[in-house]
């Protein structure tokens, strides 16, 4: 009965390559989001969506592509990996927008490794 | 936008004390929440506290929003309390998302 999942929890993989990470939410939240948390362990938004419509895009380069098939998924594409996308990337989703005062809940997490 | 500052970057403690972590921000909030990141790496809720004082077992929370700062308070500290805390806040604004402070990095030795 896990809330907010991820698959896979841990990625190694070759510079160059295109890899996509997944996310599912099982609490009929309208809102997700995608946050990168680098090797110093700052946690940073990257996307958000809102039953299936883009909210937030941050500065983020556009090898990243997310894809909100419906409002439970909510998947991160990324084209040619460098090895600066190594970091952990969290999931997460909340019953109101993004801005609205609603908890947000968190995956487990992607260990992303770019060799 | 807003900027979220956590005290003390790092703290180390013996089994059985009593913390306080402080997390300060620049504007009003709407949502803030408090993080436990353990070793393993996971995020873990601890409160939903845009204002006012919560309790869940050993640990509470009071965030004053007139003043801009909210406190994590951990009692009887135990091994299992190590790891990350974050402290992360959201403006009442469309389009806007939780902005995370560097954490603060607790080590509980027995």
């Known amino acids: 009965d896990t809330a907010v999942s991820q698959t896979p929890k841990y990625l190694v993989t070759q510079m160059g390559n295109d890899k996509s990470i997944k996310c599912e939410q099982n609490?009929?939240?309208?809102?997700m989001y995608w946050y990168k948390q680098d090797s110093k362990k700052f946690l940073k938004i990257m996307f958000s969506?809102?039953?299936?419509?883009?909210?937030i895009n941050e500065t983020v380069p556009n090898r990243f592509s997310p894809k909100s098939p419906d409002k439970a998924h909510l998947n991160l594409h990324i084209n040619s990996l460098e090895l600066g996308d190594s970091a952990v990337y969290f999931c997460?989703?909340?019953?109101?927008?993004?801005?609205?005062?609603?908890?947000?809940?968190f995956g487990p997490g992607t260990r992303l490794l770019v060799l | 936008g807003i900027q979220v500052e956590q005290s003390p970057p790092d703290l180390i403690l013996q089994e059985g004390a009593n913390s306080t972590l402080r997390c300060n921000f620049s504007?009003?909030?709407?949502?803030l929440q408090w993080f436990h990141q353990n070793p393993w790496g996971q995020l873990i809720n601890l409160f939903y506290?845009?204002?006012g004082t919560k309790q869940n077992g050993r640990l509470s929370a009071t965030t004053v929003a007139t003043e801009r700062y909210s406190l994590l308070y951990i009692s009887s500290s135990q091994t299992t309390d190590s790891g990350v805390y974050f402290c992360?806040?959201?403006?009442?604004?469309?389009?806007?998302?939780?902005?995370f402070g560097k954490g603060t990095t607790l080590s509980v030795s027995s």
């Open positions: 609490l009929g939240h309208d809102t």
């Open positions: 992360a806040a959201c403006v009442n604004q469309a389009g806007t998302a939780l902005i």
């Open positions: 969506y809102n039953n299936k419509e883009l909210i």
């Open positions: 506290i845009p204002s």
């Open positions: 504007d009003s909030v709407n949502n």
């Open positions: 997460a989703s909340s019953q109101g927008g993004a801005g609205t005062a609603e908890t947000q809940y």
